[in-house]
């Protein structure tokens, strides 16, 4: 193939398309760059012709590129065989968005205005699919309305939902409401299954505009009601890796059951060092340890982390599944791990009394909790306890002489550690790192796996010292990768963009409370709000608010730094065993120690970090979907019965409410709220009785009464079980124009909760 190109459209990847193809043609770029420059669409030939591609042999790789290039919706070609973008097309390339109403949006891949597709457009195409529309006009809400022109990927291949049996054939209803579509299911494609069974099926016939889809069942789960089916549902509904791959396990079992001598070999040894874990009561795994003394002006903090990388190489079986699974899974009573247990449960975790690899980071910090010089090294560990966060506030804030008895050799070191965690929360509130205070629940189960209870999770200062621990590590490592210019994953989070900051400032006035910062608001700005909030009854739901109305932290070689957190440089160190990003971290600092160079490109780490973001909010919707519907089966025996709760939405047609002992919500409709007419006003975020003028308002607190639960959909409704006390008080008649009421500000008291992991 002749090199030279048209001299006006040089192929800006003519280099990088020379070093990995032995025939190069020209690159996506060059054809996206012609097709731009030209004022309409072109053919074969004249797009050949244009970029200097002649043979048989290119030409041939050259129609290659460009159906690749059609399936992924870069360019399309037409019913005269005449190839143009689709923007120029008046074409719009995104993923389909479905509504469990039936209706759906195609989400541009590009930005803009979603397109609204109408029950119609969607019998094509299910939730999740790739899709060009054009745009066909604007329906009788002001939307852009689309119509689908091409599906460039369908991403449901099997789905999981109920099964039910009729004369001729089967269907199955999706566990996914945004798929409004059931699936057909020939008769003899059952696999066995029962009316009600939960299943999961196969789609073997994409819908079309005349048909619907078509599967055959490939997996019996078993009865709706069955324990633990709202876990196996939601692996599979989510598309979890579950299943180990053979080859997997055969390199997981390769390796010794304990660490053998030659392993350690070269590698600094922290054995005689007293090293603790300090975890949870029911912890299996045992990723970080931790010790620290004085030293100096401060302290000398050592955080060992297991050395995962020693036994997870690039490119092995093992890698490529962890890699998939991106992190593990926490269900109640159950977890999908990142790694084999050989390894998460074996030779990566850090158990008591047995010496383990690990990757150390030293760490000197000063009395202020600055942060000062940090040095990171191989080494071999043995640590010397397996605490649990209660043991440690046991012996460390209640001062319990039988615990501290027991673990009298650890106590010197321990209260070592107590004292640099106080300097560096203490640092911690002066950066203006913000803390929401959200309460967790733990949901214990009976014999039979059915919930008990719901209990709320107590966090105490050996909670907190671990975090300030774990962040210290994370920080430091941060701060290696950026100044040996290392290619990682760091973890980065933007503050809130425009439009979200605008809704929260509205929020806020509306309850009389004023975010500082004007349109660039820092931590800070956030942390002096929440102070301010303090124990008010509706300090929950504001913390909530304030949350969403952040961008959500990812995985991105670009270093941003983080803004909740006020750091500048922070990646994930601490938990390789369990977060693929933080594996990808510990080979970026072993390179930087033996003087190679990352081995790692740009591209690549931004595919891994956006994979790895995917994975974690892939995990995060899978659990609370599980403890959503648990809590619903949880209050099945409770209708009829009254709780205390805070509204939290409220809408045209009612008003959202959260119970303040299990933390589930539900609906009053607004047809429960009394005998009156009830008028939605958007401003104050209130339902506003015509007649009696009572106020519902987001924020108010309600005593109301469970009425229904809908399981399929983890739903409640309620209804309200008696007058408000001190909420929702009759609201003044208001003159037109009159300002509207103004609300006095909440007590001052600093909450402050953070996360481990």
């Not at 409004?180 to 696999?191: E, T």
């Not at 690039?314 to 890698?319: I, K, Q, R, W």
């Not at 500048?568 to 510990?586: A, E, N």
């Amino acid at each position: 193939m002749s090199t030279q190109k048209d001299k006006s459209l040089p192929d800006p990847a003519a280099e990088r398309e020379a070093q990995k193809y032995e025939f190069p043609v020209p690159s996506r770029e060059a054809v996206l760059a012609l097709l731009a420059k030209r004022a309409a669409p072109l053919s074969f030939r004249e797009m050949a012709d244009a970029l200097a591609v002649s043979g048989a042999r290119d030409e041939d790789a050259f129609g290659r590129r460009l159906r690749a290039m059609e399936r992924d919706g870069q360019i399309l070609r037409n019913r005269r065989d005449l190839y143009g973008l689709p923007r120029k097309m008046d074409l719009v390339r995104g993923r389909v968005s479905g509504h469990p109403d039936g209706f759906g949006f195609l989400i541009p891949e590009e930005g803009g205005e979603d397109l609204f597709l109408s029950p119609g457009e969607m019998r094509q195409v299910l939730h999740g699919d790739r899709a060009l529309a054009r745009v066909r006009g604007v329906d009788a809400r002001g939307r852009k309305e689309g119509a689908i022109i091409e599906i460039l990927e369908r991403a449901q291949r099997t789905m999981v939902g109920r099964f039910t049996a009729a004369e001729r054939m089967g269907f199955v209803v999706p566990h996914d409401r945004r798929v409004c579509q059931d699936i057909l299911v020939p008769r003899g494609d059952d696999g066995g299954a029962r009316d009600g069974q939960i299943v999961m099926v196969e789609i073997l016939e994409q819908p079309s505009r005349r048909t619907g889809p078509v599967g055959r069942v490939i997996e019996l789960l078993g009865e709706h009601m069955a324990p633990g089916m709202e876990i196996e549902v939601a692996i599979r509904a989510h598309q979890i890796p579950h299943v180990w791959p053979e080859e997997a396990l055969r390199e997981a079992r390769r390796f010794d059951a304990e660490v053998p001598e030659e392993a350690a070999r070269g590698r600094e040894d922290l054995r005689a060092l007293p090293l603790v874990t300090i975890d949870g009561e029911d912890a299996r795994d045992f990723d970080d340890a931790v010790h620290a003394a004085p030293h100096a002006d401060g302290w000398r903090l050592i955080v060992a982390i297991a050395d995962v990388g020693h036994y997870v190489a690039p490119g092995s079986a093992l890698d490529a599944e962890a890699y998939a699974r991106g992190n593990s899974v926490y269900f109640p009573q159950r977890v999908i791990p990142m790694l084999p247990e050989e390894l998460s449960n074996g030779l990566c975790s850090l158990n008591p009394h047995v010496d383990r690899l690990c990757m150390a980071c030293e760490i000197h910090i000063g009395r202020d909790g600055e942060i000062g010089r940090h040095r990171f090294f191989e080494a071999v560990m043995r640590s010397q306890a397996r605490l649990t966060y209660n043991q440690v506030a046991a012996m460390l804030v209640h001062k319990d002489a039988g615990v501290r008895l027991a673990h009298a050799a650890l106590i010197k070191p321990l209260e070592a550690l107590y004292g640099l965690y106080q300097a560096l929360h203490a640092a911690r509130k002066r950066r203006g790192a913000v803390d929401f205070e959200l309460p967790e629940t733990r949901i214990i189960f009976d014999e039979q796996r059915k919930i008990k209870r719901v209990v709320a999770l107590e966090r105490n200062d050996a909670h907190r010292l671990i975090e300030e621990c774990m962040l210290a590590a994370n920080v430091s490592a941060a701060e290696l990768l950026k100044k040996r210019k290392m290619i990682a994953p760091y973890r980065v989070h933007e503050g809130p963009p425009p439009e979200k900051l605008k809704d929260l400032r509205e929020f806020l006035g509306e309850l009389g409370l004023q975010l500082g910062g004007g349109n660039t608001p820092e931590a800070q700005h956030y942390a002096k709000l929440l102070a301010a909030i303090g124990r008010r009854p509706d300090a929950r739901l504001i913390h909530s608010v304030l949350l969403r109305s952040l961008s959500q932290a990812l995985y991105s070689p670009d270093n941003i730094g983080h803004f909740a957190l006020g750091f500048p440089h922070y990646t994930h160190f601490t938990s390789p065993i369990r977060r693929y990003p933080d594996l990808l971290v510990h080979r970026a600092i072993r390179n930087a120690l033996r003087g190679r160079p990352g081995d790692v490109s740009l591209e690549l780490a931004k595919q891994q970090g956006e994979h790895c973001s995917m994975t974690e909010r892939r995990a995060d919707e899978a659990t609370r979907e599980v403890v959503r519907w648990l809590k619903a089966e949880f209050m099945m025996d409770r209708i009829g019965e009254e709780f205390d709760g805070i509204i939290t939405g409220v809408t045209n047609f009612g008003i959202f409410v959260e119970l303040s002992e299990v933390f589930v919500d539900g609906l009053v409709h607004v047809t429960a709220l009394g005998n009156d007419y009830y008028h939605f006003d958007p401003v104050r975020h209130r339902l506003l009785g015509e007649r009696t003028r009572r106020s519902y308002r987001l924020g108010d607190a309600v005593r109301v009464r469970v009425v229904r639960v809908d399981l399929d959909e983890a739903k409640l409704d309620f209804e309200l079980a008696a007058a408000p006390a001190g909420g929702n008080k009759r609201a003044p008649r208001e003159r037109k124009g009159a300002p509207a009421e103004k609300r006095g500000r909440g007590p001052g008291r600093r909450g402050g909760r953070g996360r481990k992991r």
